[in-house]
Nanobody
């Protein structure tokens, strides 16, 4: 079975930084695009950043210039470096990935359990 596990969330002051990690484990042939989403209380889940298996990236406007998504294919891991954090960045952050499991001859979409990021003074 495939599993995505996030880590790195926590409490940080405005202007601070956090680095989130998401590792995929299981019987995996390959991983396609990976991304980070977030959901604040009372709001819909929204895309934060995405990175393709070729390394192309895209960011939501509110985080552009402050966040950086990257991946380590050897470790089946995607990262989100978050700098200059603002209170409005407070949310549960979720990892998402398109994974090609050994047992299934097609890509399937998976979600992590989420990690809380709180930006407050």
């Amino acid at each position: 079975q495939v599993q995505l596990v996030e880590s790195g969330g926590g409490l940080v002051q405005p202007g601070g930084s956090l680095r989130l990690s998401c590792a995929a484990s299981g019987s995996i042939v390959s991983i396609g695009a990976m991304g980070w989403y977030r959901q604040a209380p009372g709001k819909e889940r929204e895309l934060v950043a995405i990175i393709t298996n070729g390394g192309s990236t895209d960011y939501a406007v509110p985080v552009k210039g402050r966040f950086t998504i990257s991946r380590d294919n050897a470790k089946n891991t995607v990262y989100l470096q978050m700098n200059s954090l603002k209170p409005e960045d407070t949310a549960v952050y979720y990892c998402n990935a398109n994974v090609f499991p050994i047992a299934t001859p097609r890509f399937q979409n998976y979600w992590g359990q989420g990690t809380q990021v709180t930006v407050s003074s």
